[in-house]
């Protein structure tokens, strides 16, 4: 039996370095796109093309699926052919000429070309870089994991913040507008943050775990093992519901920020002894600061406390995040019905709603982020975080399809105002219901590397 060891493995620090910067530039350019579409876009002549609030809004939800739903092939080749490490460098690269590319060309040919290499990088890295997190773990050091996607998480929002405080003042200042360059700055900084990235992860190239492909003939036995199918069949229904939130979560970078761009919410803040201006698209920092805030929160009070009256599996955490998703899309139904009715409701409610939202998201995200990694058997580690990336990406998908659907060829909505927002409040509440009943006996497994 190995000696338990309380030291983090001698990579982590460059994993975290790489995930704050590589936040960054993903959701410093995932920050301002609904805005960028709506106001600033062009068609290749240089003229002012603009899409409307619905059409953005598909377009939103249709990049984030296409991201995370490229997270299988990324799985697919890092586990087969390439490994982790080889697979995240060589998406790195294409993923940075896709933040060049919106910087360079802010027309919509330049904008849908970045999209489509960020989509391509960003996707096939993001569960070969959730699985490497965990590589680095063995039996001895094994029950610092918890700690450690906690931790990977803290990355994710720190660098999140810093993106929402920075993007949309980038792309609205009138200066870099008289310029002509505040496309291409508002752009172009994230594309800085993941080259940085990219090279704080090749430092550590000699100080990670490296675990090799599995190849295909070993990869293939344990896939299409009588395990292997039990597996999947085992973890698709929890998957299909986390969709379900992702449908929801994702929405703050879509129709929140579309309603907080309401002339009814008023977005200047007194504070007493000063007042602030909140443009719409950085109240996703709320959610980011709230993570930063909140995770040693959970880790060190909620979860002991909680722990106490009930038991604190992976389903009963995701269960309770499920039904906070719903509560908090409840209150921006509620403000969205003040405000059908003419009612200037304060920019305060969203964060009240982004308070509900993030509890959840801790207990829905890093718990089933977890969860995906220990579950999985050793060949398929990357192949079943992407099953999480890509529940992201058929949630996203859903929300798109809605936003596509409920339009009529007048233009008029079937779905309209706080009725949009009740639909999916409702539809989260019966989805953490059933996935309660399904999967509250679900036996739980742990599937640690130990590469020495």
Known sequence: MSQQ???????????????????????????????????????????LAIFDETDAKFWLHIFIFSTYGLSLAGAFFADVYLGKYKTIMSLSIVYCMGHFVLALFENQYGFFIGCSLIAIGAGGIKPCVSAHVGDQFNASNSHLLDKMYNWFYFSINAGAVLAYLSAEPLLRSEYLISKGLNSAVAFGLPGVLMVIATFVFWLGRNKFVHIPPAGWSLYAKELFSKKGIQLILKLSPIYIFLAVFWSLFDQTAGAWVLQAQSDLMIKTMNLGFTSITVYPSQLGVMNALFIVMFIPIFAYYVYPQLGKVIKLSYVNKMSIGM???????????????????????????????????????IFVSISSLEFSYTQAPKALKSLVLSFWLIAVAMGNLFTALVNLFIKRPDGSLMLEGAAYYWFFTGLMFVAALIFFIMNRNYKEEHHIQDPT
């Open 323 to 361: 039904v906070l998703a719903a509560l908090s899309f409840a209150l921006i139904a509620w403000v969205q019905a003040q405000m059908d009715n003419g009612i200037a409701m304060n920019i305060a409610w969203q964060i009240l709603a982004y308070v509900v939202l993030t509890a959840a998201e």
């Open 5 to 47: 060891s309380f030291k983090f493995p001698k990579g982590i620090p460059y994993i975290i370095g790489n995930e704050a910067a590589e936040r960054y530039s993903f959701y410093g350019m995932k920050a301002i796109f609904v805005v960028f579409l709506t106001r600033f876009i062009t068609n290749a002549a240089g003229d």
